[in-house]
């Protein structure tokens, strides 16, 4: 881990990013969702949202100034609502993942703690929420969340996403 440095992400790592999205979630999902719910979720999962990308509190990782091996981020905005649905103190996770070939070796923490630093910093912080797939359960309660319900990700009108929904107090 000593030489990977979190960079924040812009635009132009858009296309970057969803190719790791599709390596990490085609991969590290399968032992969680069945075929072809992956297969129908994974165009929703690989989208590198562009307002996501620029909003300066998106991060990733590369490898030596090569590809992009991990990435993920906070917003004070819930997903998939509007600015009113902001409230202070609470931050949300956003899309993270690592790359298959380097879970393990702290990436994901090492972007944790720098959503946390920068939320404390730009939002007074007290509080993350995250809709965690049921493959990162594990990875979120040793950061410290804790379940607070089930959540149906709403990809499409005739398609939802069995998530977690999880809170951790700062
Ligand atoms: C979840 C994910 C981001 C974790 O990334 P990571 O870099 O492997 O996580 P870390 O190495 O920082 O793990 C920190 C600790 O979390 C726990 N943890 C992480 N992954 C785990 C797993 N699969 N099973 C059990 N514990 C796990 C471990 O305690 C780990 O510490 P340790 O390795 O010293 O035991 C990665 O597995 C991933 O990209 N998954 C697929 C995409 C996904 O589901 N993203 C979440 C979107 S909500």
Known sequence: MADRIVEIASLSDADAI????????????????????????MPFLSFAKPELMSSCSYYLVKETGKRVIAAGGWTAVRPGTSEKSVQPGLAHVRHFAVDPEFTRQGLGKVLFDRCVHDAKVAHAATRFECYSTLSARRFYEKLGFEIIGTFEAPFASDFTFPSLHMVCEL
């Open 18 to 41: 969803s190719a790791l999205f599709t390596r990490s979630y085609s991969q590290l999902l399968k032992d969680d969702y069945a075929p072809d719910v992956l297969a129908r979720a």
